[in-house]
């Protein structure tokens, strides 16, 4: 969906213009807009239940740690400061190494893999009609208004770029031998991502408890929690050791 939407993007820079002044505010206040959308949508929906339940939560679990394993690889490997500056579009400089040298916008990518994958973990009808058809949309728009801002500022180099690089899918011609002359940063990968991905994590374990509860009752719900919260203790456990490291420094800086 995301992808064959974009190529009319590319196509039509009349849908880029209308589309950026949305995006510009999607990227200020999605920190708190996607999360809440989301909760929102899991609250208000009693999921669909029926013999592919589970085969959907794990699809699901698959689907979202297939988004932040992304995440990983691209942070791992050239991390990209296009975040913004005051909550407003802004980058320091094109970055087209790693996998943005296949991908023109990966960290979306991963981001909207997770939230489909959040969506068939609760697979309820509004995550479905609603929730992946607005994060799509959502994501769309940020690009829209980061390729405004980004060919106003690099011009040419930009446009070379775009021409090059596809928008989301990635191209793997090359793939290999990109990454392979590049090395790894775990240090960085940790002190940028912990947070989100626990936070993911902890999401997945909440969905699979609450929709429990939905569908069978206190009692089925009962009986899954105890491992349900043994597993999120190891990720607590995880995630202090890694903010104690980052504060300490450990970790590097920035």
């Known amino acids: ?15 880029r213009r209308a589309l950026a002044p949305v995006g510009r505010f999607f990227f200020k206040f999605r920190d708190f807009l996607f999360p809440a959308v989301f909760l929102g949508l899991a609250l208000a929906s009693r999921p669909i239940g029926g013999p592919w339940d589970r085969a959907l939560d794990a699809a699901g679990i698959v689907v979202a740690l ?4 992304l995440r990983a690889v691209v942070i791992g490997f050239a991390y990209i400061r296009r975040g913004g500056k005051n909550k407003q579009v802004y980058a320091e400089s094109l970055v087209q190494e790693g996998v943005f040298a296949h991908s023109r916008n990966p960290l979306y990518l991963g981001n909207f893999l997770a939230l489909v994958g959040f969506c068939l973990v609760h697979n309820s009808a509004l995550c479905y009609l609603v929730g992946i058809p607005f994060f799509a949309f959502a994501y769309l728009a940020i690009t829209a208004a980061e390729e405004e801002y980004l060919r106003g500022r690099f011009g040419a180099e930009y446009d070379a770029y775009c021409r090059r690089v596809p928008r989301y899918v990635p191209s793997f011609a090359g793939f290999g031998a990109t990454l392979g002359g590049m090395e790894f940063d775990w240090p960085r990968l940790l002190r940028k991502e912990y947070g989100s991905t626990f936070a993911g994590l902890s999401l997945i374990l909440v969905l699979l408890v609450w929709d429990e509860y939905l569908l069978h009752g ?7 929690l105890p491992g349900v919260l043994g597993l ?7 995630y ?3 903010m104690v490291l980052k504060k300490r420094g450990v970790l590097g800086r920035g």
Do not use: F
Request: with cysteine.
């Open 66 to 69: 297939s988004g932040q394993l």
């Open 232 to 238: 999120w203790a190891v990720l607590v456990c995880a």
């Open 1 to 15: 969906m995301i992808d064959s939407t974009s190529a009319q993007l590319s196509s039509s820079p009349g849908w």
């Open 218 to 224: 206190r009692a089925a719900e009962q009986a899954l």
């Open 240 to 242: 202090l050791t890694v």
